[in-house]
């Protein structure tokens, strides 16, 4: 079963979960519906015969709870279900799905699920916080390696220094940007914001 461990809720009223493992998707069949519910994190689909267009024509295998599978060749469509509960549709992720593709996917989870956590825990506000090109760091060795910046004098780089700016060396002489100092201040002041 899959454990939140933090929530992400964008200004724009998005809801997003980073899980310890995304949600097994192992479908109970009725009639033409097939529910998948791993822990209160809900998928539903539903089988129309003689289509083959869903998925945009797809060949996939889904696992069934009776131990078969069912083989899905464009017949078998995403679609919502009534569970009896409050649900919400929520983005999910892990930090492992996030580090190859920082794209959220889309699952129906229980909502008392995330009140559970919100109720002890604080909601993050950054959708790139897992995101390691939101990071002072990752910007700071692109500028080192690909040699970005401008030619400072010693003189100015101690002034720059003082002011907090980050200096590097470029074929043995100081170098800044103003560019990457515009960058690292978004990105501490969206980190503090969060804080």
Same mark, same amino acid.
């Given at each position: 079963?899959?454990?939140?461990? /933090?929530?992400?809720?964008? *200004?724009?009223?998005?809801?997003?979960?980073?899980?310890?493992?995304?949600?097994? +998707?192992?479908? =109970? $069949?009725?009639?033409?519906?097939?529910?998948?519910?791993? #822990?209160?994190?809900?998928?539903?689909?539903?089988? =129309?015969?003689?289509?083959?267009?869903?998925?945009?024509?797809?060949?996939?295998?889904? *696992?069934?709870?009776?131990?078969?599978?069912?083989? +899905?060749? %464009?017949?078998?469509?995403? +679609?919502?279900?009534?569970?009896?509960?409050?649900?919400?549709?929520? %983005? &999910?992720?892990?930090?492992?799905?996030?580090?190859? +593709?920082?794209?959220?996917?889309?699952?129906?989870? /229980?909502?008392?699920? &995330?009140?559970?956590?919100?109720? @002890?825990?604080?909601?993050?506000?950054?959708?790139?916080?897992? /995101?390691?090109?939101?990071?002072?760091?990752?910007? @700071?060795?692109?500028? $080192?390696? !690909? *040699?970005? #910046?401008?030619?400072?004098?010693?003189? $100015?780089?101690?002034?720059?220094?003082?002011? #907090?700016?980050?200096?590097?060396? &470029?074929? #043995?002489?100081?170098?800044?940007?103003?560019?990457? !100092?515009?960058?690292?201040?978004?990105?501490?002041?969206?980190?503090?914001? /969060?804080?």
């Amino acid at each position: 079963m899959p454990k939140i461990i /933090d929530v992400i809720r964008t *200004k724009q009223g998005q809801t997003f979960l980073l899980l310890d493992e995304l949600p097994r +998707c192992v479908y =109970e $069949r009725t009639g033409n519906l097939l529910v998948s519910n791993d #822990g209160g994190f809900y998928d539903f689909l539903k089988i =129309e015969p003689g289509s083959r267009d869903a998925f945009a024509g797809r060949a996939f295998t889904i *696992k069934l709870t009776d131990g078969s599978t069912l083989e +899905c060749k %464009g017949q078998v469509w995403s +679609c919502g279900a009534d569970v009896g509960i409050p649900v919400a549709q929520i %983005g &999910v992720g892990t930090l492992e799905s996030l580090a190859t +593709c920082y794209v959220f996917s889309s699952a129906t989870v /229980d909502v008392s699920l &995330v009140n559970k956590w919100l109720a @002890e825990n604080k909601p993050s506000s950054r959708y790139y916080k897992y /995101d390691k090109r939101e990071t002072v760091e990752y910007w @700071e060795a692109i500028y $080192r390696t !690909e *040699k970005w #910046g401008d030619r400072i004098s010693p003189a $100015r780089a101690r002034k720059l220094r003082k002011r #907090g700016a980050t200096i590097w060396r &470029v074929d #043995g002489k100081p170098t800044w940007s103003a560019r990457f !100092e515009k960058r690292k201040a978004q990105i501490l002041t969206d980190i503090a914001a /969060d804080a």
